[in-house]
């Protein structure tokens, strides 16, 4: 599966993006989707993931009630809204979809959206 991720940006402090990621190459409803971030001198964290009917979804505390994550299997897209943005949320944002294959996880990455927040 191929994942191509956009809506990042520079913003400040308080303000709101929406970040979307678009799969193609295979049946999206087969995975399972996520966010990632990495800031400058830290390694890559999972922000929040949602399952593959999208009942279930997981935050990073740091982002909860603050991020949502959704997917539109029919338009093979999953989001992530963010609101009440703060300095530490810059990063470069990176999108992830997962699959078990057999007794392993299979992982694929979108690549990558900067977003900076100005306090």
């Known amino acids: 599966v191929q994942l191509q991720a956009s809506g990042g940006g520079s913003v400040q402090a308080g303000d709101s993006l929406r970040l979307s990621c678009v799969a193609s190459?295979?049946?999206?409803?087969?995975?399972?989707t996520g966010w990632f971030r990495q800031a400058p001198g830290k390694e890559r964290e999972m922000v929040a993931a949602i399952s593959r009917n999208g009942v279930t979804a997981w935050y990073t505390d740091s982002v909860k009630g603050r991020f949502t994550i959704s997917r539109d299997d029919a338009a093979n897209t999953v989001s992530l809204q963010m609101n009440s943005l703060g300095p530490e949320d810059t990063a470069v944002y990176y999108c992830?979809?997962?699959?078990?294959?057999?007794?392993?996880?299979?992982?694929?990455w979108g690549q990558g959206t900067q977003v900076t927040v100005s306090s």
């Open positions: 992830s979809a997962h699959i078990r294959t057999l007794a392993r996880w299979d992982t694929y």
């Open positions: 190459g295979r049946t999206f409803s087969d995975f399972s």
